[in-house]
T-cell receptor, first 115, second 111 residues
Framework: NAGVTQTPKFQVLKTGQSMTLQCAQD?????MYWYRQDPGMGLRLIYY???????DKGEVPNGYNVSRLNKREFSLRLESAAPSQTSVYFC??????????????FGEGSRLTVL | RKEVEQDPGPFNVPEGATVAFNCTYS??????FFWYRQDCRKEPKLLMS???SGNEDGRFTAQLNRASQYISLLIRDSKLSDSATYLC????????????FGQGTTLQVKP
């Protein structure tokens, strides 16, 4: 019952360092998403991938890059981390267009602190 | 102004109480609406969709008011286990189905 798996679960970075958050789903879903969650701001969409080979910007894409490596995997990269990127990051997936059911399946989250 | 707004609360209610949350959205073209539940330090999970005619799932009732651009969630006979953050989510009509979330409303049910 893996569902959506994110790694790492916790990470501390120094300003300017780079890192990649990994996400994999085993539900054969077409669409995948990266959100960040900050106190008082709720969940904000960073990037999403409607299908393998496609990616698109969400609400807050600046400072991030993504790769849809294959149908299962969708990674999020911070090239030069900034303290403003301290957040909890959630990866999610949906079988098809989320508009059909509104149901996203989330991973457990990755807590990132940038010092 | 955020596209989807909620009163963050917290709402502190006794067990057995009825509590309601509202969520307003600014884009009149929004087409689909949902409520998610998020337990402390956990991932969000879909609670229920919100249909135009309103819908009920046990103790939970969701309603949509398009004229005033808000959705609501009513919880009857609150249980301790209902303590969580409730996030509303909206899909705009002009994109491929991105789900936009409100900041969440925290509910604490007390014994």
């Amino acid at each position: 019952n893996a569902g959506v798996t994110q790694t790492p679960k916790f990470q501390v970075l120094k300003t300017g360092q780079s890192m990649t958050l990994q996400c994999a789903q085993d539900m054969n879903h077409n669409s995948m998403y990266w959100y960040r969650q900050d106190p008082g701001m709720g969940l904000r969409l960073i990037y999403y991938s409607a299908s393998e080979g496609t990616t698109d910007k969400g609400e807050v894409p600046n400072g991030y890059n993504v790769s849809r490596l294959n149908k299962r995997e969708f990674s999020l990269r911070l090239e030069s981390a900034a303290p403003s990127q301290t957040s909890v990051y959630f990866c999610a997936s949906s079988p098809g267009a989320v508009a059909n059911t509104g149901e996203l399946f989330f991973g457990e989250g990755s807590r990132l602190t940038v010092l | 102004r955020k596209e989807v707004e909620q009163d963050p609360g917290p709402f502190n209610v006794p067990e057995g109480a009825t509590v309601a949350f509202n969520c307003t959205y600014s884009n009149s073209a929004s087409q689909s609406f949902f409520w998610y539940r998020q337990d402390c330090r956990k991932e969000p999970k879909l609670l229920m969709s919100v249909y135009s005619s309103g819908n009920e799932d046990g103790r939970f009732t969701a309603q949509l008011n398009r004229a005033s651009q808000y959705i609501s969630l009513l919880i009857r006979d609150s249980k301790l286990s209902d303590s969580a953050t409730y996030l509303c989510a909206v899909i705009r009509s002009s994109n491929t189905g991105k789900l936009i979330f409100g900041q969440g409303t925290t509910l604490q049910v007390k014994p």
